[in-house]
């Protein structure tokens, strides 16, 4: 199974700076047939389900905030939000979806400084 | 828009078994491929298994094939998914979700409760 480990577990920072959450996979989620990388980050909130923000690694979901990014290829990601507010404060967790079983990152809590 | 809505939650016996259900609406539920995970307090989401809806062609994880069934009724657009044999390592929040095949989660449920207690 590949296995997601984010980094860091929890992070605090204060409105209107970076959060940076990096996700790292033990293996390539990136297929060379067609240069995509199967790697999507979601944002959960508590007692909601988990919100689809970034697909394809670096991909925009229709109606998220600009200030949501994604990078990395290969085994390494991030996501970044560029300028936090207080109703970004949620847990975020990678996904793989290359292979079965998929699977996710535990998990970053961000919350404000 | 996409909308899922699972069943209300479940409070079982070890032993026993719980199917959760998920209708959907909104989107082409036969082009679909519905996913479903769980997520046990303070865990990371775990993948149970897929079906593709429009082929009725379940895929599990091999942690719960002897015990999971996923299927779907195109009639009324709801998945299934049913765990047998519960033991108390089962309580979680049960999650259908929508994806393209290998593709990402464009929809999710609002979550199955199901606590298994003697």
């Known amino acids: 199974d590949i296995v997601m480990t984010q980094a860091p577990d929890s992070l605090a920072v204060s409105l209107g700076e970076r959060a940076t959450i990096n996700c790292k996979s033990s293996?390539?989620?990136?297929?060379?047939?067609?240069?995509?990388?199967?790697l999507a980050w979601y944002q959960q909130k508590p007692g909601q389900p988990p919100k689809l923000l970034i697909y394809w690694a670096s991909t925009r979901e229709s109606g998220v905030p600009d200030r949501f990014s994604g990078s990395g290829s290969g085994t390494d990601f991030t996501l970044t939000i560029s300028r936090l507010q207080a109703e970004d404060v949620a847990v975020y967790f990678c996904?793989?979806?290359?292979?079965?079983?998929?699977?996710f990152g535990q998990g970053t809590k961000v919350e404000i400084k | 828009q996409m909308q899922l809505v699972q069943s209300g939650p479940e409070v079982k016996k070890p032993g026993t078994s719980v199917k959760v259900s998920c209708k959907a609406s909104?989107?082409?539920?036969?082009?679909?491929?519905m996913q479903w995970v769980r997520q046990a307090r303070g865990q990371r989401l775990e993948w149970i298994g897929w079906?593709?809806?429009?082929?009725?062609?379940?895929k599990y994880a091999q942690k719960f094939q002897e015990r999971v069934t996923i299927t779907r009724d195109m009639s009324t657009s709801t998945a299934y998914m049913e765990i047998s044999s519960l033991r108390s390592e089962d309580t979680a929040v049960y999650y259908c979700?929508?994806?393209?095949?290998?593709?990402?989660?464009?929809?999710w449920g609002q979550g199955t409760l199901v606590t298994v207690s003697s």
């Open positions: 909104g989107f082409t539920f036969g082009n679909s491929v």
């Open positions: 979700a929508t994806s393209n095949y290998f593709d990402r989660y464009d929809s």
């Open positions: 079906i593709v809806v429009g082929s009725d062609n379940p």
């Open positions: 293996q390539s989620v990136l297929y060379s047939s067609n240069n995509k990388n199967y």
């Open positions: 996904h793989q979806y290359y292979v079965i079983p998929q699977t």
